[in-house]
T-cell receptor
Framework: NAGVTQTPKFQVLKTGQSMTLQCAQDMNHEYMSWYRQDPGMGLRLIHYSVGAGITDQGEVPNGYNVSRSTTEDFPLRLLSAAPSQTSVYFC??????????????FGAGSRLTVL | KQEVTQIPAALSVPEGENLVLNCSFTDSAIYNLQWFRQDPGKGLTSLLLIQSSQREQTSGRLNASLDKSSGRSTLYIAASQPGDSATYLCAVDSNYQLIWGAGTKLIIKP
């Protein structure tokens, strides 16, 4: 199994450009999420989804948009990139959220630089 | 607001030593605590998950403990090896969202 696949691995954008980070999982997980990781800080939740057609905001949702049209895919859209969005982005999934015995499976990450 | 702290930020020890990594949290109302490993340029891998009703979990040379009343968890690594070099992160499930520490970067010297 491929697990959680993120593309692209690296991306450089100019301020104001838009782009989509792709995330796909083949484990039939209902829960999917996007985090960003900045130096010296813990991961911060951007958006999450508990199933197809359902999305919700996390801790830092501003400037990002998501949709969940299928169980497998959970793309993250940057609407108008800003230098403050320079970060490493991780997609993660699980069967049923983060509580109880649910364990997240992570993608390898996407490093985004906004000039 | 839940806050998670990991001290030290970095640790370097000789191979073969037993070591302890620390994780503290400010709100004891958690559902679980998890330890992850992150290798450079890669995603995170789950190591151990301790549910709120449990005191510890073990996997091979790793043992994680949880003391909710004091807001602390420790990850014990026995007989450390160079392959254990990585960043170790803890995260607590607070109100159905994971709150993360910044991690401890561990270097095991051969």
């Amino acid at each position: 199994n491929a697990g959680v696949t993120q593309t692209p691995k690296f991306q450089v954008l100019k301020t104001g450009q838009s782009m989509t980070l792709q995330c796909a999982q083949d484990m039939n997980h209902e829960y999917m999420s996007w985090y960003r990781q900045d130096p010296g800080m813990g991961l911060r939740l951007i958006h999450y989804s508990v199933g197809a057609g359902i999305t919700d905001q996390g801790e830092v949702p501003n400037g990002y948009n998501v949709s969940r049209s299928t169980t497998e895919d959970f793309p993250l859209r940057l609407l108008s990139a800003a230098p403050s969005q320079t970060s490493v982005y991780f997609c993660a999934s699980s069967y049923g959220g983060v509580s109880g015995a649910n364990v997240l499976t992570f993608g390898a990450g996407s490093r985004l630089t906004v000039l | 607001k839940q806050e998670v702290t990991q001290i030290p930020a970095a640790l370097s020890v000789p191979e073969g030593e037993n070591l302890v990594l620390n994780c503290s949290f400010t709100d004891s109302a958690i559902y679980n605590l998890q330890w992850f490993r992150q290798d450079p340029g890669k995603g995170l891998t789950s190591l151990l998950l301790i549910q709120s009703s449990q005191r510890e979990q073990t996997s091979g040379r790793l043992n994680a403990s949880l003391d909710k009343s004091s807001g602390r968890s420790t990850l014990y690594i026995a007989a450390s090896q160079p392959g254990d070099s990585a960043t170790y992160l803890c995260a607590v499930d607070s109100n159905y969202q994971l709150i993360w520490g910044a991690g401890t970067k561990l270097i095991i010297k051969p």
